[in-house]
């Protein structure tokens, strides 16, 4: 059963993120996969993430594709115009890629090529809009096309900390299920509770929201994030990893903890990113129970 299949049916479904490398040599990439294949619904292919540049998700999409692994390629709006992103759409699902999420990026700043321009050619809504344009048969320019595409679309969802954007992120979200999304994914969360509370606004919508574990690797990457991101690790899981005699087994028992916590909260799915660390995912699946 494949993830779309499984999402209609309510079942709840492992998304996990497949960083692709730096360079042509996929081997980790592929064996990262293989490895998992059994627990995993399908890999999300980052687009140069944090605008590193990396081989396109377009590449490692298809690449785990003919492996037989199914794929969720996310579409960027910051790397191309709408001639790329279009032609990029058709050639993905023309070699099988059953699964897109569309994304913004984050700024050229973070990443590794701070002379690179942004395109944005595209807005995140705009690019949404034009998946459902190709589904419909035809092109941005409204030329008729010759086999059009049918995407599971995903997109991203904001989990606000602060009930004073909670209407905004509602009504973002409620932008996006009218462009044609169908599931979202969340920043990496740290308190089901908070995500608890946001699952019950959302009434009726179409959506279903998929909050993502990340793999967290030190303490002070624990405390780097508290100090510089929105997100906030609980002290409680500082603790936990400072005194633990084995602090990477520790991370992955958490991560399982979270998972598992998600699932019983209701949620259909999570999407596990462990940064690097891919070959921690057969811990925390198995740790998890799957």
């Given at each position: 059963?494949g993830?779309?299949?499984?999402l209609?049916a309510?079942?709840?479904v492992?998304?996990a993120?497949m960083?692709?490398?730096?360079?042509?040599?996929v081997?980790?990439?592929?064996?990262?996969?293989?490895n998992?294949?059994?627990?995993?619904?399908?890999f999300?292919?980052?687009?140069?993430?944090n605008?590193v540049?990396?081989?396109?998700?377009?590449?490692?999409?298809?690449?785990?594709?003919?492996?037989?692994l199914?794929t969720?390629?996310?579409v960027?709006?910051?790397d191309?115009?709408?001639?790329?992103?279009q032609g990029?759409?058709?050639?993905?699902?023309?070699l099988?890629?059953?699964?897109?999420?569309a994304v913004a990026g984050?700024?050229i700043?973070?990443?590794?090529?701070?002379?690179?321009?942004?395109?944005?050619d595209l807005?995140?809504l705009?690019?949404?809009?034009?998946?459902?344009?190709?589904?419909s048969?035809r092109?941005?320019a409204?030329?008729?096309?010759?086999?059009?595409?049918?995407?599971l679309?995903?997109?991203?969802?904001?989990?606000?900390?602060?009930?004073?954007?909670?209407?905004a992120?509602?009504?973002?979200?409620?932008?996006k299920?009218?462009?044609?999304a169908?599931?979202?994914?969340t920043?990496?969360?740290?308190?089901?509770e908070?995500?608890?509370?946001?699952?019950?606004?959302l009434?009726?919508?179409a959506?279903?929201?998929?909050?993502?574990?990340?793999?967290?690797k030190?303490?002070?990457?624990?405390?780097?994030?508290?100090?510089?991101?929105?997100?906030?690790?609980?002290?409680?899981?500082?603790?936990?990893?400072?005194?633990a005699?084995?602090?990477a087994?520790e991370c992955?028992?958490?991560?399982?903890?979270?998972?598992?916590?998600?699932?019983?909260?209701?949620f259909?799915?999570?999407?596990?990113s462990?940064?690097g660390?891919?070959?921690?995912?057969?811990?925390?699946?198995?740790?998890?129970?799957?």
């Amino acid at each position: 059963m494949g993830l779309q299949e499984k999402l209609t049916a309510g079942e709840f479904v492992i998304l996990a993120e497949m960083e692709p490398p730096k360079g042509t040599d996929v081997s980790a990439m592929v064996a990262g996969a293989t490895n998992v294949k059994r627990m995993v619904d399908a890999f999300v292919v980052p687009e140069m993430s944090n605008a590193v540049m990396r081989l396109s998700s377009l590449g490692g999409s298809l690449l785990l594709q003919t492996k037989g692994l199914e794929t969720v390629m996310q579409v960027c709006c910051r790397d191309r115009n709408r001639l790329a992103l279009q032609g990029d759409l058709l050639a993905a699902q023309a070699l099988g890629v059953p699964n897109v999420m569309a994304v913004a990026g984050e700024e050229i700043t973070h990443g590794d090529h701070h002379q690179a321009k942004a395109v944005d050619d595209l807005k995140l809504l705009e690019l949404l809009g034009a998946i459902q344009t190709l589904q419909s048969g035809r092109d941005l320019a409204g030329v008729d096309l010759k086999g059009s595409p049918r995407f599971l679309v995903g997109s991203t969802v904001k989990v606000p900390g602060d009930k004073r954007n909670l209407e905004a992120e509602l009504a973002d979200l409620d932008r996006k299920i009218a462009a044609g999304a169908r599931f979202f994914t969340t920043q990496p969360l740290f308190d089901p509770e908070v995500l608890g509370s946001f699952l019950k606004s959302l009434g009726r919508r179409a959506a279903v929201i998929i909050p993502t574990v990340m793999l967290l690797k030190s303490v002070g990457m624990a405390r780097y994030i508290n100090a510089h991101m929105e997100m906030k690790i609980p002290e409680a899981f500082i603790t936990r990893i400072q005194k633990a005699p084995d602090r990477a087994r520790e991370c992955v028992q958490i991560a399982a903890e979270l998972v598992i916590a998600f699932k019983e909260k209701g949620f259909k799915g999570v999407q596990i990113s462990t940064i690097g660390w891919e070959d921690k995912l057969p811990s925390i699946l198995a740790a998890a129970g799957f």
